[in-house]
């Protein structure tokens, strides 16, 4: 009893913090293999970014079933605990030369909260700055180049309302014989000239929000991630840069729903005056709770262009295809039916069916309008702590996410809002994640992929510039297939709260070592 009184308690302090968290960080990992243990009643796996709320309500809830945690587990959740603490303990200002800071670095086992650059308490006000720096030596066969990473970010809170801040300033080396650009540039502007040392890029993430008991409303630049794959969603994945975009959610026992509406960037290059192509994007998911163990949810989805807002879409709760239908069937309009089941203690399931255009008279036949994406996995967290294996098959229909438009396929900025691999694909991947302990993560992952030649597979392409209308298509995937296969290998070391090392590894592309601090 004391415990529930004392989660319950804690969870009412937390309930300011709806401030987004990003997406890439370990403890996702750790709350997701609590879960499917059973230490946590999740709501949360399937839409991502986690906020601070979030992630200290499931941190209290494993701890509230700390008598069936090993030692090694109660060492990794104090981790995560101290690290996302904000209930800070000293009034007014504390600066980074502050008595409470150096003692919390010199002397690591006292700390309660992790340090930051900034921190301010002040009547139910906080806000804290936090400032990083990564720096990293690349090498690709014979050739190396430096890539550093620039990050502040300024958050707080009063009352209802949560906001968040930052700028990510990325920079690498100029080195004509490694030209490719890291991962983490996906559009924008590049400031790219001769007598600059530097290749340099950056991008903004923000939220501002307002929690209501009986929702949420805010305004973001965020990543936007919906499906139950831990990294390969075919709904929305991290494929793109963070969308602006306006997000209202609501929840009640067993059922959860959310909205968004976004601007997506033009698929061309972008003209320097008003004159780019509006470009927006507009979905809602719900999801219920069948079970304790069983998940059910259904998503829409509509892209659509040249005007500023279609009222009819700003409406969270209108059926979005019929809307669309109504409107002239003018738009691009997509679905997508998920699950996730835990059929056994530390073993789950998930799938989703992904689908852009049907006929179901043609449902099981080869015609080319069928397209869509099939997908489905399970992971496998040991009790002991070992490594947990995910295995997934994803499947996806040539012409997927493209339209008969090109200005309205499920794309921003050229990039496929949802599956990496585009369509006209078949991949095979496993995956692995070890928190070994409380210091040390890994995390590996083999990719098979088998694309087929056929002008379905770019999504930019018109279908309408298909041959013929009522074409059958042979086999699932079409044309001259090629198969690829990848390898990749991710090790991060965390020092103490404040530094960490990682290294990486891309077969035939990138070796990576670094080492950030994070105050």
Same mark, same amino acid.
């Given at each position: 009893?004391?415990?529930?009184?004392?989660?319950?308690? #804690?969870?009412?302090?937390?309930?300011?913090?709806?401030?987004?968290?990003?997406?890439?960080?370990?403890?996702?990992?750790?709350?997701?293999?609590?879960?499917?243990?059973?230490?946590?009643?999740?709501?949360?796996?399937?839409?991502?970014?986690?906020?601070?709320?979030?992630?200290?309500?499931?941190?209290?809830?494993?701890?509230?079933?700390?008598?069936?945690?090993?030692?090694?587990?109660?060492?990794?959740?104090?981790?995560?605990?101290?690290?996302?603490?904000?209930?800070?303990?000293?009034?007014?200002?504390?600066?980074?030369?502050?008595?409470?800071?150096?003692?919390?670095?010199?002397?690591?086992?006292?700390?309660?909260?992790?340090?930051?650059?900034?921190?301010?308490?002040?009547?139910?006000?906080?806000?804290?700055?936090?400032?990083?720096?990564?720096?990293?030596?690349?090498?690709?066969?014979?050739?190396?180049?430096?890539?550093?990473?620039?990050?502040?970010?300024?958050?707080?809170?009063?009352?209802?309302?949560?906001?968040?801040?930052?700028?990510?300033?990325?920079?690498?080396?100029? $080195?004509?014989?490694?030209?490719?650009?890291?991962?983490?540039?996906?559009?924008?502007?590049?400031?790219?000239?001769?007598?600059?040392?530097?290749?340099?890029?950056?991008?903004?993430?923000?939220?501002?929000?307002?929690?209501?008991?009986?929702?949420?409303?805010?305004?973001?630049?965020?990543?936007?991630?919906?499906?139950? #794959?831990? #990294?390969?969603?075919?709904?929305?994945?991290?494929?793109?840069?963070?969308?602006?975009?306006?997000?209202?959610?609501?929840?009640?026992?067993?059922?959860?729903?959310?909205?968004?509406?976004?601007?997506?960037?033009?698929? #061309?290059?972008?003209?320097?005056?008003?004159?780019?192509?509006?470009? $927006?994007?507009?979905?809602?998911?719900?999801?219920?709770?069948?079970?304790?163990?069983?998940?059910?949810?259904?998503?829409?989805?509509?892209?659509?262009?040249?005007?500023?807002?279609?009222?009819?879409?700003?409406?969270? &709760?209108?059926?979005?295809?019929?809307?669309?239908?109504?409107?002239?069937?003018?738009?691009?309009?997509?679905?997508?039916?998920?699950?996730?089941?835990?059929?056994?203690?530390?073993?789950?399931?998930?799938?989703?069916?992904?689908?852009?255009?049907?006929?179901?008279?043609?449902?099981?036949?080869?015609?080319?309008?069928?397209?869509? &994406?099939?997908?489905?996995?399970?992971?496998?967290?040991?009790?002991?702590?070992?490594?947990?294996?995910?295995?997934?098959?994803?499947?996806?229909?040539?012409?997927?996410?493209?339209?008969?438009?090109?200005?309205?396929?499920?794309?921003?900025?050229?990039?496929?809002?949802?599956?990496?691999?585009?369509?006209?694909?078949?991949?095979?991947?496993?995956?692995?994640?070890?928190?070994?302990?409380?210091?040390?993560?890994?995390?590996?992952?083999?990719?098979?992929?088998?694309?087929?030649?056929?002008?379905?597979?770019?999504?930019?392409?018109?279908?309408?510039?298909?041959?013929?209308?009522?074409?059958?298509?042979?086999?699932?995937?079409?044309?001259?297939?090629?198969?690829?296969?990848?390898?990749?290998?991710?090790?991060?070391?965390?020092?103490?709260?404040?530094?960490? &090392?990682?290294?990486?590894?891309?077969?035939?592309?990138?070796?990576?070592?670094?080492?950030?601090?994070?105050?």
């Amino acid at each position: 009893m004391k415990k529930i009184l004392y989660l319950l308690f #804690s969870i009412s302090i937390l309930l300011g913090q709806n401030i987004l968290f990003r997406v890439d960080h370990p403890v996702y990992q750790f709350l997701e293999r609590q879960e499917s243990l059973g230490n946590i009643n999740s709501e949360y796996w399937s839409t991502r970014p986690y906020t601070l709320t979030q992630i200290n309500n499931m941190l209290l809830e494993v701890e509230s079933r700390s008598s069936d945690l090993s030692t090694n587990d109660i060492q990794i959740l104090k981790r995560f605990q101290i690290e996302f603490n904000r209930n800070f303990s000293h009034e007014g200002i504390t600066f980074p030369w502050s008595k409470s800071n150096l003692t919390s670095l010199r002397k690591p086992s006292s700390q309660i909260i992790k340090p930051y650059f900034i921190t301010y308490n002040q009547s139910g006000t906080k806000g804290w700055i936090n400032w990083s720096e990564t720096f990293r030596i690349q090498r690709q066969g014979s050739d190396s180049r430096g890539y550093h990473t620039d990050y502040l970010g300024i958050s707080g809170e009063t009352g209802s309302i949560a906001f968040t801040t930052q700028y990510t300033f990325h920079r690498v080396t100029r $080195n004509n014989a490694f030209d490719q650009l890291p991962d983490s540039y996906k559009e924008g502007y590049i400031l790219n000239r001769d007598y600059i040392k530097w290749i340099n890029w950056g991008y903004p993430t923000s939220s501002l929000t307002y929690t209501h008991p009986d929702f949420t409303l805010g305004i973001h630049r965020q990543p936007i991630y919906w499906g139950y #794959s831990p #990294s390969n969603s075919p709904i929305f994945s991290d494929n793109v840069n963070p969308l602006p975009h306006v997000q209202w959610t609501t929840e009640t026992n067993h059922l959860r729903f959310k909205f968004i509406h976004a601007r997506l960037s033009p698929n #061309s290059a972008s003209i320097a005056d008003t004159l780019n192509i509006r470009r $927006n994007l507009s979905a809602h998911r719900v999801e219920f709770d069948i079970s304790p163990k069983f998940e059910f949810a259904f998503s829409e989805m509509v892209i659509y262009a040249y005007r500023d807002f279609e009222l009819g879409y700003l409406n969270p &709760v209108n059926f979005l295809f019929a809307e669309e239908q109504a409107s002239g069937d003018l738009d691009n309009k997509l679905m997508a039916i998920d699950f996730k089941w835990r059929p056994l203690s530390g073993f789950t399931t998930y799938g989703t069916w992904f689908f852009d255009e049907l006929d179901f008279w043609k449902l099981f036949s080869g015609w080319w309008g069928n397209k869509f &994406v099939f997908q489905l996995g399970g992971i496998y967290y040991p009790v002991a702590n070992l490594p947990s294996i995910n295995v997934e098959f994803t499947a996806t229909r040539p012409w997927t996410y493209s339209h008969s438009n090109p200005v309205n396929s499920y794309t921003s900025g050229g990039r496929i809002l949802g599956l990496k691999d585009g369509p006209n694909t078949r991949a095979l991947r496993v995956r692995s994640e070890w928190q070994i302990n409380q210091k040390l993560y890994l995390r590996g992952e083999f990719t098979q992929i088998i694309r087929g030649d056929d002008p379905g597979s770019e999504v930019l392409n018109s279908y309408s510039e298909r041959e013929t209308e009522d074409g059958e298509d042979t086999s699932f995937i079409v044309g001259e297939l090629e198969t690829m296969n990848a390898s990749s290998l991710l090790i991060n070391y965390y020092i103490n709260s404040t530094t960490s &090392v990682l290294f990486s590894w891309e077969q035939d592309k990138v070796l990576q070592l670094g080492i950030k601090f994070d105050w």
